[in-house]
C-alpha cells in the first residue's frame, strides 16, 4: 500500500503548492481516478460569466473546476471530452515514479496558467472565454528531461487494491 499510485500522487502534488484547491477521488471498482482542479475566484461585481451549460454567475465569487482521468485502458469506454486530459496506466503494474512526477509537474504548470488566466477572465470584459489548456509538449519534455538527467524514478507505483473507494 505504501506504494500505491494515488498515494504518490497526493504526496507529490501536496509537494508542488498547487495553486488552487483539489482533490483526488478513486473509483476502485471502474479502476480510475478522477482528480478535479478547484478555483474560488473574485470577481466585479458588475461583470457576469456564463458557464458551458448557459447558466450566469451573478455572485462575487466564481467557482470553476476541471477534471483530470486516469485511468486503466482495460475498463470502459468514457467521453474524454469531460476531461482536461486522460492518462491510461498500465493494468498490470500502474505508473512509473517518474511519470507521476512529470504528469504531476505539468498539471501544476497548466494549474498556474490557469490561475492568471482565469483572474484575467473574470477581471475583464475583454477576454471572452476561458478553459485549462493541457500542455502535452510540457509533460513528453518533462519526462524527457527527467530520463535525460538520470532523475526520472523508474519505482513502481501500483494501482491500489486495499483502500475503499474515497476522496483524498
Request: net charge negative; glycine share 6%; proline share 5%.
Given at each position: 500500500m505504501k506504494n500505491d499510485m494515488i498515494t504518490q500522487i497526493n504526496k507529490t502534488m501536496t509537494e508542488l503548492s498547487f495553486p488552487c484547491d483539489w482533490r483526488i477521488q478513486?473509483?476502485?471498482?471502474?479502476?480510475?481516478?478522477?482528480?478535479?482542479?478547484?478555483?474560488?475566484?473574485?470577481?466585479?461585481?458588475?461583470?457576469?460569466?456564463?458557464?458551458?451549460?448557459?447558466?450566469?454567475?451573478?455572485?462575487?465569487?466564481?467557482?470553476?473546476?476541471?477534471?483530470?482521468?486516469?485511468?486503466?485502458?482495460?475498463?470502459?469506454?468514457?467521453?474524454?471530452?469531460?476531461?482536461?486530459?486522460?492518462?491510461?496506466?498500465?493494468?498490470?503494474?500502474?505508473?512509473?515514479?517518474?511519470?507521476?512526477?512529470?504528469f504531476c509537474k505539468t498539471l501544476r504548470f497548466v494549474a498556474a496558467e490557469g490561475h492568471v488566466n482565469l483572474k484575467e477572465f473574470i477581471n475583464s470584459e475583454d477576454v471572452k472565454q476561458f478553459e485549462l489548456v493541457w500542455q502535452q509538449e510540457n509533460f513528453e519534455s518533462t519526462i524527457k528531461t527527467l530520463q535525460e538527467t538520470g532523475r526520472f524514478d523508474a519505482t513502481i507505483f501500483s494501482y491500489p487494491t486495499e483502500k475503499k473507494e474515497s476522496k483524498v
Open positions: 478513486w473509483f476502485q471498482r471502474e479502476k480510475k481516478l478522477e482528480i478535479f482542479l478547484m478555483y474560488t475566484i473574485e470577481k466585479q461585481p458588475h461583470l457576469h460569466a456564463n458557464d458551458k451549460y448557459g447558466k450566469t454567475n451573478t455572485d462575487d465569487t466564481f467557482v470553476f473546476e476541471d477534471g483530470i482521468l486516469i485511468y486503466n485502458p482495460l475498463f470502459e469506454p468514457f467521453d474524454d471530452r469531460h476531461y482536461l486530459v486522460t492518462l491510461p496506466f498500465d493494468h498490470e503494474s500502474g505508473m512509473t515514479g517518474g511519470l507521476i512526477e512529470a
